[in-house]
């Protein structure tokens, strides 16, 4: 069974980057695409971004100029990075592994971490 | 903003049945992008429940279904049980937005 962990820092500074990774286990990191999600406190969710091992991306409009991802295959692990953050990005970001049961553009999200918040603030 | 538009609270009855909806349009659901659910439980991830507009993943109970009709889907939990009170989300992709999006959240209550 697939298990996802995040980690990181659960207090970044105004106009510093954000920081997160995802430890992957039970899986292989090359089969499957890998995605952020972000859910500000009593508010919905928002997806980030993800990535395949190929280096194919795809990421947020909304977000796109401030988010990156990356993948280390060598530790099953894939990260993220949000720079310039806000308090408007404080949230519990989630990794999850992303699946498309009928291929296009159409995923889903099938396997999440536990979460893990971020506060931004000095 | 959602695109994805949900009723912001659902309640029922032990053993009665629920629906929630999920209203897109024709830049998502009905440009024909399949939809999905999770069900988020106090303090937890969200866990998918249906994913393909109908499709239950291994292990999710039978109580669960989905449904499409144009630009709106719907979850369906038949026989509430107390354990399925939980914020509940749908998600689909959007062209317009050229990602992926999610509803703005049910919460469903057991009375």
């Known amino acids: 069974q697939v298990q996802l962990q995040e980690s990181g820092p659960g207090l970044v500074k105004p106009s510093e980057t954000l920081s997160l990774s995802c430890n992957v286990s039970g899986d292989s990191i090359y089969s499957f695409y890998w995605s952020w999600i972000r859910q500000s406190p009593g508010k919905g969710l928002e997806w980030l971004a993800y990535?395949?091992?190929?280096?194919?991306?795809k990421y947020n409009p909304s977000l796109k100029s401030r988010v990156t991802v990356s993948l280390d295959t060598s530790k099953n692990q894939f990260s993220l990075k949000l720079k310039s953050v806000t308090a408007a990005d404080t949230a519990v970001y989630y990794c999850a592994r992303v699946s498309f049961p009928f291929g296009g553009v159409g995923a889903d999200f099938d396997h999440w971490g536990q979460g893990t918040l971020v506060t931004v603030s000095s | 903003q959602s695109v994805l538009t949900q009723p912001p609270s659902v309640s029922g009855a032990p053993g009665q049945r629920v629906t929630i909806s999920c209203t897109g349009s024709?830049?998502?659901?009905?440009?024909?992008?399949?939809v999905h659910w999770y069900q988020q439980l106090p303090g937890t991830a969200p866990k998918l429940v249906i994913y393909g507009n109908g499709y239950r993943p291994l292990g999710v109970p039978d109580r669960f279904s989905g449904s499409k009709s144009g630009t709106s889907v719907s979850l369906v939990i038949s026989g509430l049980q107390a354990e399925d009170e939980a914020d509940y989300y749908c998600q689909s992709y959007d062209n317009s937005l050229s990602g992926h999006v999610f509803g703005t959240g049910t919460k469903v209550t057991v009375l």
């Open positions: 990535i395949h091992y190929s280096g194919s991306t």
């Open positions: 024709s830049s998502n659901v009905g440009a024909g992008h399949h």
